[in-house]
């Protein structure tokens, strides 16, 4: 499966975005789907992640009641809506299919990454 992410852009402290996360090639239906962000000089880090039918999801504490994840599967989109945001927000988001067992948050368990997509919050 092949991954394209977009919708990043700069907004200012408070602002909201919405991400976008396209699949192609292989159905990622039955696969559950995650955001990863890598902030400048850091390591990639969890952030939400939705089961393949949409029914259960898992977020970071840092973004929990600010994000919501969920997805359209009879578009193989899988969304990320971000409000309040932070200048901390602040990275490339990633979408990928989680590999690993359901509500792990190691990004290693994470595949098939796709292009970023920049996000960038100003204070």
């Known amino acids: 499966v092949q991954l394209q992410a977009s919708g990043g852009g700069l907004v200012q402290a408070g602002g909201s975005l919405r991400l976008s996360c396209a699949a192609s090639g292989r159905t990622s239906n039955s696969y559950n789907m995650g955001w990863v962000r890598q902030a400048p000089g850091k390591e990639r880090e969890f952030v939400a992640a939705?089961?393949?039918?949409?029914?259960?999801?898992d977020y970071a504490d840092s973004v929990k009641g600010r994000f919501t994840i969920s997805r359209d599967n009879a578009k193989n989109t899988v969304y990320l809506q971000m409000n309040s945001l932070k200048p901390e927000d602040t990275a490339v988001y990633y979408c990928?299919?989680?590999?690993?067992?359901?509500?792990?948050?190691?990004?290693?368990?994470?595949?098939?990454w796709g292009q970023g997509t920049q996000v960038t919050v100003s204070s």
């Open positions: 990928a299919v989680l590999t690993g067992s359901w509500g792990s948050r190691l990004v290693r368990d994470f595949r098939s």
């Open positions: 939705i089961s393949w039918s949409g029914a259960v999801t």
